[in-house]
């Protein structure tokens, strides 16, 4: 089957979040299950696209509204990611150094979705299936099916994975002019609530609609940033498939990122170097229990309650834990972290930035990992930090249920229900009661290094999915 993702993010060439990392393992991972698989992505500025070798595949010249551009389609001369990976270019546009946070990101993915428009419709053959990710590829089924210039591609099927519903795109009325001409009477299937909004036309005209989670699904019922209607309506023609990892590039015995590689049998000594490296780095005490956070500081994340709750824990325990907290976001949120810097250097440290390298140590070198993530459509940290033997607690929300079960549930992790200081807070002190048993510690961690999350059990549920729409 010949597939083709479309998707704003793909590690390593870009990377914000998770995206990045399922859109660089699923295509891998669907090709090693014998599928023709491609990729196309915006060409950003990244250090991954300077140093890899590109060929022309196609040049055009296109417009939004009265801004006409060029653009080229580059493709990845060597099959370094394992499958076939194009860029659209569009110099000024997308050619930046960061995915988005720009006041023109709405227009630089619709530039992007209406180049792979044209790119596919002069393809000799069809694929079998286009695979959008997220509102940045959500218009991509309404512009096959109904925008007059691209009528050849109306029998593609199209599916849609969403990877976070917080982020749809929004368009005000004005901004039509910048899609391709389209039949007027299918304008409803553009809109929700008063506005243009590519992640509900996406849930509106994709074949089917994935959630990276079961759980998620069902949540998007009742909270969804303003969708809940659309997929309750629509509740027929999506699913969740809950998201794997790529266990060749998270594998503790193998990974270049870390101090010291182990494996289950070696988990003990290797996680113990692991944390030397790091406290050492950040001036924390070894014999401590290292809680680590990774992740955007944003309210989704619950980021907003951690400098609360990290100062409450460390007050009352008596600095009886590390924390290590890896992550940006909310310039006010950052300000906090850096504050407590000071007040128990000791026992806290904040690395404000993006680090890839950093939290691979971090997932290898903590004891836990802090996910108190108010949504959370799937997770891929907690699957990083099992897999590293290093116990994730979280609140019970999305990909988090489908991902984690309580100790309390002859599992091998800690749950929780609250994004609040107190839920925190008990769950810290659960896990530093396990901390102080190193039998039952290192029970769990044999428990967590066994689970098997690998895209290989899972790319098949995607197939089977694709598969219903080919004829
Ligand atoms: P989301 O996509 O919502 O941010 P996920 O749990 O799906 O959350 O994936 C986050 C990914 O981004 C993981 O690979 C995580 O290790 C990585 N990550 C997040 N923040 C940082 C950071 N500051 N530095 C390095 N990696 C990060
Ligand atoms: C999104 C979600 C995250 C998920 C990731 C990959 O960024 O916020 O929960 O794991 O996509 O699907």
């Given at each position: 089957?010949?597939i083709?993702?479309?998707?704003?993010?793909?590690?390593?060439?870009?990377?914000?979040?998770?995206?990045?990392?399922?859109?660089?393992?699923?295509?891998?991972?669907?090709?090693?299950?014998?599928?023709?698989?491609?990729?196309?992505?915006?060409?950003?500025?990244?250090?991954?696209?300077?140093e890899?070798?590109?060929?022309?595949?196609?040049?055009?010249?296109?417009?939004?509204?009265?801004?006409?551009?060029s653009?080229?389609?580059?493709?990845?001369?060597?099959?370094?990611l394992?499958?076939?990976?194009?860029?659209?270019?569009?110099?000024?546009?997308?050619?930046?150094?960061?995915?988005?946070?720009y006041?023109d990101?709405?227009?630089?993915?619709?530039?992007?979705?209406?180049?792979?428009?044209?790119?596919?419709?002069?393809?000799?053959?069809?694929p079998?299936?286009?695979?959008c990710?997220?509102?940045?590829?959500?218009?991509l089924p309404?512009?096959?099916?109904?925008?007059?210039?691209?009528?050849?591609?109306?029998?593609?099927?199209?599916i849609?994975t969403?990877?976070?519903?917080?982020?749809?795109?929004?368009?005000?009325?004005?901004?039509?002019?910048?899609?391709?001409?389209?039949?007027?009477?299918?304008?409803?299937?553009?809109?929700?609530?008063?506005?243009?909004?590519?992640?509900?036309?996406?849930?509106?005209?994709?074949?089917?609609?994935?959630t990276?989670?079961?759980?998620?699904?069902?949540e998007?019922?009742?909270?969804?940033?303003?969708?809940?209607?659309?997929?309750?309506?629509?509740?027929?023609k999506?699913?969740?498939?809950?998201n794997?990892?790529?266990?060749?590039?998270?594998?503790?015995?193998?990974?270049?990122?870390?101090?010291?590689?182990?494996?289950?049998?070696?988990?003990?000594?290797?996680?113990?170097?692991?944390?030397?490296?790091?406290?050492?780095?950040?001036?924390?005490?070894?014999?401590?229990?290292?809680?680590?956070?990774?992740?955007?500081?944003?309210?989704?994340?619950?980021?907003?309650v951690?400098?609360?709750?990290?100062?409450?824990?460390?007050w009352?325990?008596?600095?009886?834990?590390?924390?290590?907290?890896?992550?940006?976001?909310?310039?006010?949120?950052?300000?906090?972290?850096?504050?407590?810097?000071y007040?128990?250097?000791?026992?806290?440290?904040?690395?404000?930035?993006?680090n890839?390298?950093?939290?691979?140590?971090?997932?290898?070198?903590?004891?836990?990992?802090?996910?108190?993530?108010?949504?959370?459509?799937?997770?891929?940290?907690?699957?990083?930090?099992?897999?590293?033997g290093?116990?994730?607690?979280?609140?019970?929300?999305?990909?988090?249920?489908?991902?984690?079960?309580?100790?309390?549930?002859?599992?091998?992790?800690?749950?929780?229900?609250?994004?609040?200081?107190?839920?925190?807070?008990?769950?810290?002190?659960?896990?530093?009661?396990?901390?102080?048993?190193?039998?039952?510690?290192?029970?769990?961690?044999?428990?967590?290094?066994?689970?098997?999350?690998?895209?290989?059990?899972t790319?098949?549920?995607?197939?089977?999915?694709?598969q219903?729409?080919?004829?």
């Amino acid at each position: 089957m010949e597939i083709l993702h479309v998707t704003a993010e793909c590690y390593p060439v870009a990377k914000a979040g998770g995206l990045g990392d399922v859109a660089g393992a699923l295509p891998k991972y669907e090709q090693h299950h014998g599928h023709n698989v491609k990729l196309i992505m915006p060409y950003y500025s990244t250090k991954f696209v300077h140093e890899s070798e590109w060929e022309t595949d196609y040049t055009g010249r296109t417009n939004l509204g009265d801004y006409f551009f060029s653009y080229k389609i580059l493709k990845e001369k060597t099959n370094k990611l394992g499958f076939t990976l194009y860029l659209v270019e569009i110099h000024g546009l997308l050619d930046r150094p960061k995915i988005y946070g720009y006041d023109d990101d709405a227009q630089r993915f619709i530039a992007f979705q209406i180049c792979v428009a044209n790119w596919l419709r002069q393809w000799h053959h069809k694929p079998g299936i286009v695979h959008c990710h997220d509102y940045h590829a959500g218009l991509l089924p309404f512009i096959f099916k109904y925008c007059y210039d691209y009528n050849s591609l109306s029998d593609i099927p199209t599916i849609l994975t969403i990877h976070n519903a917080e982020y749809q795109g929004w368009l005000d009325w004005n901004k039509s002019v910048w899609l391709p001409r389209y039949d007027l009477w299918k304008t409803g299937l553009l809109e929700w609530n008063n506005v243009i909004n590519p992640l509900a036309s996406g849930i509106k005209n994709a074949w089917a609609v994935t959630t990276v989670s079961p759980s998620y699904m069902r949540e998007l019922r009742h909270n969804s940033n303003g969708l809940e209607d659309l997929f309750e309506y629509e509740k027929g023609k999506c699913t969740g498939i809950l998201n794997g990892i790529d266990t060749e590039l998270w594998n503790p015995k193998t990974d270049t990122y870390i101090e010291a590689n182990y494996d289950i049998a070696g988990a003990a000594k290797g996680k113990q170097a692991n944390k030397e490296v790091l406290c050492n780095e950040f001036g924390l005490n070894i014999e401590k229990p290292l809680f680590i956070f990774i992740g955007r500081l944003v309210g989704e994340k619950a980021a907003d309650v951690l400098p609360d709750a990290v100062k409450t824990i460390l007050w009352e325990t008596q600095q009886a834990a590390n924390f290590l907290v890896l992550g940006s976001g909310d310039p006010f949120v950052e300000d906090r972290l850096e504050e407590i810097k000071y007040i128990y250097p000791e026992s806290y440290n904040f690395y404000k930035g993006y680090n890839e390298r950093l939290s691979h140590q971090m997932y290898a070198g903590a004891d836990f990992l802090l996910m108190p993530s108010r949504v959370e459509p799937c997770g891929l940290n907690q699957m990083y930090s099992l897999r590293y033997g290093t116990m994730p607690l979280v609140r019970r929300t999305g990909g988090l249920i489908d991902t984690v079960i309580d100790i309390g549930d002859a599992g091998y992790g800690i749950c929780f229900n609250h994004a609040n200081i107190e839920d925190i807070k008990h769950a810290v002190n659960r896990a530093i009661g396990i901390y102080q048993s190193k039998k039952m510690l290192y029970a769990y961690r044999k428990k967590m290094m066994q689970i098997d999350n690998s895209w290989d059990n899972t790319v098949e549920k995607y197939i089977d999915l694709y598969q219903q729409f080919i004829s």
